[in-house]
């Protein structure tokens, strides 16, 4: 009896292992290439920095004491947010545009093509159904939505940044993949053709179009969809078009990269960078607030966009407070800050565009 129980635990635990939200493995010319890579080390990737999971002083059994004993207030919003959804089909592909989802989902257009980043529009951030919820009202925009989409760009594959659902309902529209190396394993394993997927290592870039050039970039961080952290590569992204230079961060903590970054590429005439779901305890992996001006300043950047804040909550503080510090500590810098409702359109060529505290209300 016991060994048959533990013979259907073994299958369950097999079967489930083998989800397809879980992700595809690492194989053949894919894991050659990965091994190639010098950010490649006994078996995973590696941070430019020594980057531990969390900062001194703390331990994973605090940390998840805490998170199970959390009661801070305000972490999820009392009343649905305030957004506005436009009509992507209708917009002119002349329009150079971005429209923030809430979280790090973003959709842009600029010089003719258009651009998807880190869309998850299932209503969770998990591989778990109902966990980690959508604040009320913030998935206004589904795969239906969206028009053809030039290229998906995918920063790293945790679960709030690469969901399976919205993937597999946006495939069909879906023209080219760019991501980190071995995140493509995912993609084929739903579906996607390997001459769609395009794979970089830090520093390697590619020209995607005429007059558009992709550079991914090192970020501080982690990745990892099952138990194993590491085994594919996170990224940030230099996209420069005919006109504009643009920094898409991703997830990270903050490292001499973004210097190095911003002296090789800058200046930026916009970057997208995360301000939420930070902690003292894992100050190595996300960005602190008052770490954020010293991002923006160091990349050379003239206008921001503040993401990764707004409709999930994965770290202990008040729903709003990322957009409150950001704002703050933004005035009489020498950059911008621009903080739209979700949903609503961003013009990429009008520095003047203003917005009001929205959180606020």
């Known amino acids: 009896m016991i060994l048959t129980i533990l013979i259907l635990l073994a299958a369950v635990a097999v079967y489930l292992y083998n989800l397809p939200v879980f992700g595809g493995e690492f194989s053949g010319k894919r894991l050659v290439r990965m091994k190639q890579s010098p950010n490649y080390k006994n078996g995973t990737f590696q941070n430019l920095s020594f980057t531990p999971s969390l900062a001194e002083g703390f331990t994973m059994r605090k940390v998840l004491w805490d998170f199970l004993t959390d009661k801070t207030e305000n972490k999820i919003p009392k009343i649905q947010l305030p957004t506005q959804k436009i009509n992507l089909k209708e917009q002119p592909i002349t329009d150079n545009f971005l429209v923030w989802m809430g979280h790090s989902s973003y959709y ?30 913030t998935d206004i925009y589904m795969p239906e939505d969206f028009p053809e989409i030039d290229f998906l760009i995918i920063s790293h594959d945790h679960y709030d ?67 194993k952290r590491n085994n594919t590569l996170w990224s ?25 970054i911003g002296d090789k590429f800058g200046p930026f ?7 939420g779901q930070y902690n003292e305890k894992w100050r190595y992996i996300h960005t602190l ?73």
């Open 108 to 137: 842009f257009q600029i010089d003719g093509k258009r651009f998807l980043v880190d869309p998850v529009f299932s209503g969770n951030a998990s591989p778990i159904p109902g966990t980690t919820k959508a604040f009320a009202g």
């Open 161 to 227: 940044h690469l969901d399976f659902k919205t993937v597999k309902s946006l495939r069909p529209k879906i023209s080219q993949v760019i991501c980190g190396l071995g995140v493509g394993s995912h993609f084929e394993k739903w579906g996607f053709d390997e001459d769609k997927i395009t794979e970089l290592d830090w520093y390697e870039d590619e020209i995607i179009s005429q007059g558009f050039k992709i550079t991914s970039t090192p970020a501080r961080h982690f990745s990892g969809r099952r138990f």
């Open 236 to 260: 940030s992204y230099v996209l420069e078009t005919p006109t504009k230079k643009i920094f898409l961060g991703g997830d990270s903590g903050y490292d001499f990269h973004f210097k190095e």
């Open 269 to 275: 005439d916009w970057a997208i960078l995360e301000n």
């Open 289 to 361: 607030p008052d770490e954020f001006i010293k991002v923006a300043e160091e990349l050379n950047v003239k206008n921001v966009l503040p993401v990764h804040s707004g409709k999930f909550a994965l770290a202990q503080h008040t729903w709003d407070e990322p957009l409150q510090k950001v704002f703050e500590n933004s005035k009489g810098k020498n950059f911008k800050i621009s903080t739209p409702i979700i949903g609503s359109k961003l013009n990429l060529d009008d520095d003047s565009q203003t917005f009001t505290e929205w959180w606020k209300s």
